[in-house]
């Protein structure tokens, strides 16, 4: 969307430049890196000027903008677009070989420059300072509390007060990652005994996931994760009592444990952002960053809290931490320990400091 909003404020025909092999100058790929940056308001009203005919000062600029991060996504999704769209194109030339390498190399050079400047937005921040971390043991302990159907503060509407609870203390309790709860399928939990599991599955190709932006994908390694014995219980009357009342969910494509109400569709990941939204504007005493990524910031704090009381070697807190969160390398754990990593080293630097601390001798009193 962004891509064809900069085009139509630059008078570019993407269709055509796709179809000519003509791509895009260096002058337009910094162009719209730049415009990348953008809030959907100052491009749509950078076209409002423009289809007006107002005269703004050439040095006109947008007052606010996105995040590195999301300014580094927009382009690497801009680059694949190209890329698998042009290599339509590209395949219809082979029958006009001269043709086809002009178009390759052209295509090539476009989508270096492209893959260049999206890696160097993509780069994390080096810094520990105003990095995002997990909620506050008592901010956790407020919104497990809100999240009741029958808590006078919750903010949702009775019809899905249920359903939202059990989400997001699956989110709190599995750590897990928004897409990776939207994925879920009623076969995937096992919730008859005291205990239940759910299995978390790695679906890239899931047939059944006919979502505009599917949330069943996960990114990492598969496993089988246990409930405690309240959302143990909560997904069987979730899933019996709740669900089952909803009309698509006995099609084959609504077999996904999270359905939107009342219709019963594959709950979409916007959805469940704007259930955070919710959550963020009505509940007092809750930070403006809550968020399901910031639910397995504060699952890995608090795991990490449990291996210091308990005293786990760290060989076994490296090893259950990636099973449990889905790991394959010890590298992803480093951005969910901030917090962690921040008090252990100053308690460190607390004994360090008591040591070297050097008692001054006052009149009648031995060094």
């Known amino acids: 969307m962004v891509f064809y909003l900069w085009a139509d404020l630059r008078g570019i025909d993407i269709g055509e430049r796709l179809q000519e092999g003509t791509f895009l100058e260096l002058s337009e790929v910094i162009d719209l890196v730049n415009a990348c940056g ?13 289809a007006s005919n107002v005269i703004t000062p050439s040095g006109h600029m947008p007052t606010g903008g996105v995040k590195s991060g999301e300014k580094g996504n927009r382009l690497s999704v801009i680059r694949s677009f190209l890329e698998f769209t042009s290599s339509d194109h590209l395949s219809r030339l082979q029958a006009w070989p001269e043709r086809w390498a002009l178009y390759r190399d052209m295509r090539d050079e476009c989508l270096s420059k492209l893959a260049t400047h999206a890696r160097g937005l993509r780069k994390r921040n080096r810094d520990d300072v105003g990095q995002r971390e997990g909620l506050d043991p008592e901010v956790l302990v407020r919104l497990r509390a809100v999240i009741d159907p029958d808590h006078p503060d919750n903010p949702f509407e009775r019809t899905v007060r249920f359903r939202n609870f059990v989400m997001i203390r699956l989110l709190i309790e599995l750590g897990i990652r928004r897409g990776e709860l939207l994925g879920i399928m009623v076969g995937d939990c096992d919730v008859t005994g005291p205990r239940g599991y759910i299995t978390i ?12 932006a599917p949330g069943a994908s996960t990114k990492t390694a598969a496993r089988k994760l246990e409930l405690s014995p309240r959302t143990t219980q909560l997904v069987y009357e979730w899933i019996v009592h709740h669900r089952s009342k909803l009309p698509g969910a006995k099609k084959a494509e609504g077999q996904f444990l999270i359905l939107s109400i009342p219709t019963g569709a594959a709950m979409s990941p916007s959805n469940v952002n704007k259930m955070f939204e919710v959550l963020r504007e009505r509940v007092p005493g809750l930070p403006g960053d809550v968020t399901p990524h910031v639910l397995r910031h504060s699952w890995n704090e608090t795991f990490s809290d449990y291996v210091d009381r308990n005293g786990i070697s760290e060989q076994d807190e490296v090893k259950w931490r990636r099973r449990i969160m889905g790991w394959r390398d010890e590298a992803s754990a480093k951005f969910y320990l901030r917090r962690t990593v ?18 001054v001798k006052t009149e009648g009193q031995n060094p």
């Open 342 to 359: 921040a008090r252990r080293s100053n308690e460190v630097l607390r004994k360090m400091h008591n040591k070297l601390d050097i008692s």
């Open 38 to 50: 953008w809030s959907l308001d100052d491009l749509l009203s950078a076209l409002h000027r423009r």
């Open 201 to 212: 599955h790695r679906r890239p190709d899931n047939v059944l996931d006919r979502r505009i």
